[in-house]
Nanobody, 122 residues
Framework: QVQLVESGGGLVQAGRSLRLSCAAS????????MGWYRQAPGKQRELVAQ???????DYVDSVKGRFTVSMDNAKNTVYLQMNSLKPEDTAVYYC????????????????WGQGTLVTVSS
Protein backbone atom coordinates (compact mmCIF):
# COMPACT_ATOMS: atom_id res chain seq x y z
CA GLN A 1 0.00 0.00 0.00
CA VAL A 2 0.94 3.63 -0.44
CA GLN A 3 0.41 6.35 2.13
CA LEU A 4 0.36 10.09 1.43
CA VAL A 5 1.06 12.49 4.27
CA GLU A 6 0.43 16.19 3.75
CA SER A 7 1.68 19.17 5.68
CA GLY A 8 1.81 22.94 5.40
CA GLY A 9 -1.78 24.11 5.56
CA GLY A 10 -3.00 26.87 7.82
CA LEU A 11 -4.46 30.35 8.10
CA VAL A 12 -2.92 33.13 6.08
CA GLN A 13 -3.86 36.65 4.99
CA ALA A 14 -4.68 37.41 1.40
CA GLY A 15 -1.62 38.17 -0.67
CA ARG A 16 0.66 35.97 1.41
CA SER A 17 2.18 32.60 0.60
CA LEU A 18 2.00 29.02 1.82
CA ARG A 19 3.82 25.87 0.81
CA LEU A 20 2.19 22.47 0.96
CA SER A 21 4.15 19.23 1.03
CA CYS A 22 3.06 15.66 0.46
CA ALA A 23 5.30 12.67 0.99
CA ALA A 24 4.46 9.26 -0.42
CA SER A 25 5.65 6.17 1.42
CA UNK A 26 5.04 2.46 1.48
CA UNK A 27 5.59 -0.24 -1.09
CA UNK A 28 6.03 2.14 -4.01
CA UNK A 29 7.26 0.74 -7.30
CA UNK A 30 6.70 3.80 -9.45
CA UNK A 31 4.86 7.11 -9.41
CA UNK A 32 3.44 8.37 -12.69
CA UNK A 33 1.93 11.59 -11.40
CA MET A 34 1.40 13.50 -8.19
CA GLY A 35 -0.63 16.57 -7.57
CA TRP A 36 -3.13 18.53 -5.56
CA TYR A 37 -6.88 18.77 -5.55
CA ARG A 38 -8.98 21.07 -3.43
CA GLN A 39 -12.53 21.16 -2.20
CA ALA A 40 -14.18 24.30 -0.92
CA PRO A 41 -17.37 24.19 1.16
CA GLY A 42 -20.35 23.39 -1.02
CA LYS A 43 -18.22 22.82 -4.10
CA GLN A 44 -16.90 19.81 -5.95
CA ARG A 45 -13.34 18.69 -5.62
CA GLU A 46 -11.19 20.15 -8.38
CA LEU A 47 -7.73 19.53 -9.71
CA VAL A 48 -5.43 22.40 -8.77
CA ALA A 49 -2.08 21.26 -10.13
CA GLN A 50 -0.30 18.08 -11.03
CA UNK A 51 3.12 17.05 -12.20
CA UNK A 52 3.46 14.10 -14.53
CA UNK A 53 6.55 11.90 -14.64
CA UNK A 54 8.21 14.59 -12.56
CA UNK A 55 8.43 16.81 -15.60
CA UNK A 56 5.19 18.11 -17.11
CA UNK A 57 2.93 20.21 -14.95
CA ASP A 58 -0.71 21.25 -15.38
CA TYR A 59 -2.68 23.90 -13.53
CA VAL A 60 -6.28 24.98 -13.22
CA ASP A 61 -6.67 28.42 -14.82
CA SER A 62 -7.50 30.16 -11.55
CA VAL A 63 -4.05 29.46 -10.06
CA LYS A 64 -1.83 29.89 -13.11
CA GLY A 65 0.93 32.38 -12.41
CA ARG A 66 0.42 32.11 -8.64
CA PHE A 67 0.94 28.45 -7.77
CA THR A 68 3.87 26.22 -8.64
CA VAL A 69 3.91 22.44 -8.32
CA SER A 70 7.21 20.63 -8.05
CA MET A 71 8.45 17.19 -7.14
CA ASP A 72 11.47 15.64 -5.50
CA ASN A 73 11.57 12.27 -7.22
CA ALA A 74 14.17 10.86 -4.85
CA LYS A 75 11.92 11.57 -1.87
CA ASN A 76 8.60 10.84 -3.61
CA THR A 77 7.46 14.21 -2.36
CA VAL A 78 5.35 16.79 -4.16
CA TYR A 79 5.15 20.44 -3.21
CA LEU A 80 2.68 23.20 -3.95
CA GLN A 81 4.03 26.72 -3.59
CA MET A 82 1.06 29.05 -3.33
CA ASN A 83 1.75 32.76 -3.76
CA SER A 84 -0.58 35.75 -3.85
CA LEU A 85 -3.25 33.76 -2.08
CA LYS A 86 -6.86 34.88 -2.38
CA PRO A 87 -9.87 34.20 -0.15
CA GLU A 88 -11.30 32.04 -2.93
CA ASP A 89 -8.33 29.69 -2.52
CA THR A 90 -9.76 28.66 0.84
CA ALA A 91 -10.36 24.92 0.76
CA VAL A 92 -9.21 21.55 1.96
CA TYR A 93 -6.28 20.57 -0.21
CA TYR A 94 -5.79 16.89 -0.96
CA CYS A 95 -2.64 15.26 -2.22
CA UNK A 96 -3.13 12.75 -5.02
CA UNK A 97 -0.82 10.19 -6.56
CA UNK A 98 -1.05 7.73 -9.44
CA UNK A 99 1.40 4.89 -9.14
CA UNK A 100 2.14 1.22 -8.83
CA UNK A 101 3.25 -0.92 -5.95
CA UNK A 102 5.98 -3.53 -5.58
CA UNK A 103 3.38 -6.25 -5.18
CA UNK A 104 1.69 -5.34 -8.50
CA UNK A 105 4.00 -3.15 -10.61
CA UNK A 106 1.71 -3.23 -13.66
CA UNK A 107 -1.46 -2.03 -11.97
CA UNK A 108 -1.88 1.73 -11.80
CA UNK A 109 -3.75 2.91 -8.71
CA UNK A 110 -4.85 6.22 -7.27
CA UNK A 111 -4.05 7.30 -3.74
CA TRP A 112 -5.26 10.21 -1.61
CA GLY A 113 -3.96 12.06 1.38
CA GLN A 114 -6.12 12.98 4.33
CA GLY A 115 -6.36 16.64 3.34
CA THR A 116 -4.99 19.83 4.81
CA LEU A 117 -7.03 22.98 5.36
CA VAL A 118 -5.93 26.25 3.80
CA THR A 119 -7.81 29.33 4.96
CA VAL A 120 -7.14 32.71 3.36
CA SER A 121 -8.54 35.71 5.17
CA SER A 122 -9.34 38.97 3.45
Amino acid sequence: QVQLVESGGGLVQAGRSLRLSCAASGSIFSINAMGWYRQAPGKQRELVAQIIKGVRSDYVDSVKGRFTVSMDNAKNTVYLQMNSLKPEDTAVYYCNAHGTTISDPYRLETYWGQGTLVTVSS
